[in-house]
């Protein structure tokens, strides 16, 4: 379930009066309220273990605050360039906003394996 962010006190605040264990997620200017211990990350982790592979065979790109968890799972994680601020700071590289960023990633996996995104990370 979602809201705008704007609402973040009077949703506390009925979570706090129902006795509700929520988390609650920005996602730019929404308000992600999701059951406790739930995530992109732990559902990330529950397809891997599905799947028999680890974090490491994982290409992540992201853009908002409810990214920031599943790629720190992510064996090679990405901002996009218009990712909210303290997101790409914390990333391998930025790529081009929104889809032609996945589109430019998706190519790299293509053309080289990643080559270049890891050769571009060490300087």
């Given at each position: 379930?979602?809201?705008?962010?704007a609402?973040?006190?009077?949703?506390?605040?009925?979570?706090?009066?129902?006795?509700?264990?929520?988390?609650?997620?920005?996602?730019?200017?929404?308000?992600?309220?999701?059951?406790?211990?739930?995530?992109?990350?732990?559902?990330l982790?529950?397809?891997?273990?599905?799947?028999?592979?680890?974090?490491?065979?994982?290409?992540?790109?992201?853009?908002?605050?409810?990214?920031?968890?599943?790629?720190?799972?992510?064996?090679?994680?990405?901002?996009?360039?218009?990712?909210?601020?303290?997101?790409?700071?914390?990333?391998?590289?930025?790529v081009?906003?929104?889809?032609?960023?996945?589109?430019?990633?998706?190519?790299?996996?293509?053309?080289?394996?990643?080559?270049?995104?890891?050769?571009?990370?060490?300087?």
């Open positions: 379930m979602s809201t705008a962010r609402h973040e006190q009077t949703v506390r605040t009925c979570m706090r009066d129902l006795g509700l264990k929520c988390a609650l997620i920005f996602n730019r200017d929404a308000l992600m309220i999701l059951p406790a211990g739930v995530n992109k990350a732990t559902g982790d529950a397809a891997l273990a599905h799947l028999s592979l680890t974090r490491q065979h994982v290409v992540g790109i992201g853009d908002a605050e409810n990214d920031d968890e599943s790629l720190r799972h992510c064996g090679c994680a990405v901002a996009v360039a218009n990712a909210v601020p303290g997101l790409s700071e914390r990333r391998l590289r930025d081009e906003a929104e889809g032609a960023g996945v589109i430019e990633i998706a190519q790299q996996l293509l053309d080289d394996d990643l080559a270049r995104i890891r050769t571009s990370s060490r300087r």
